[in-house]
């Protein structure tokens, strides 16, 4: 098969892996720089031009959309799908994902486990919007932000009131949720591809940190999951409709909780920590499924 990988980087590890990794199984696999492809909108017949020239026919496209390219990121993918390209998350799944506020909103209503969050515009309803969420411990999160950036542990409610201020007086959109506290500054990454959770890592923050992502001093480990963890994973990947994704779940006392559904979840620390070939699991997928126009846009939303 012919692949095409998305991505800014190619050095990066898991546009290597992916690359190198269906290679390895006899595929021809393209990385190509999401920014520079541009689009031929043409009735009829839509293509994507890359380097002065259109780019040749895939069977299926990986794509590994940074956040701060999403909607130039989605714009090409959808490009892709016009062109009956299999892709392994679809355009409307990705930007869903990216909607911190618009997927709690959806997993909301398919009854997944969520710490209770608050979001709200005006100032005057701040003490309100605290009480709400159980009050102090609070977490406060930018909609914008990734990989634990713009993401504050209020201790105290006067401190969340004026976290909560100063975000309001920059004009940002933010999130109010509850402290899951007996999750210990640990969660679970959960990796689903096809619907299937195929490999799943703890990650505990290191001492002094509640962001227990790897790049800020997390470590991980194997972890067996339980029946109720594995089917808040795959159901949260439904909600979502992406075939692809890493799910982070906190453990707390009243289930697991979903934080977040990430549409480009890197392979490094989930290989590593499992010792399993995700990258060659994400293939056998492809394997299967990548047949021409068998994108749906699945969910609602």
Known sequence: MRIAILSRNETLYSTRRLKEAGEAL?????????????????????????MGKVLPKYDAVIPRIGSSITFYGTAVVRQFEMMGTFCVNESVAISRSRDKLRSLQLLSRKGIGLPRT?????????????????GAPLVIKLLEGTQGIGVVLAETNKAAESVI???????????????IKEAGGADIRCFVVGGKVVAAMKRQAAEGEFRSNLHRGGIAQLV?????????????AKAMGLNLCGVDILQSNHGPVVMEVNSSPGLEGIEQATGKDVAALIYEFIEKNAKPHANKTRGKG
């Open 118 to 134: 608050g979001f709200a515009s005006k100032p005057d309803k701040i003490q309100d919007l605290i009480k709400n969420v159980g």
């Open 26 to 50: 006899g595929h021809t696999v393209d990385v190509i720089d999401t920014l520079h492809c541009y689009m031929d909108i043409t009735s009829s017949n839509p293509t994507v031009r890359y």
């Open 224 to 236: 067996k999951l339980t029946k109720e963890e594995r089917s808040t994973a795959v159901n949260a």
């Open 165 to 179: 201020e100063a975000f309001m007086g920059l004009k940002a959109n933010i999130l109010v949720q509850e402290f």
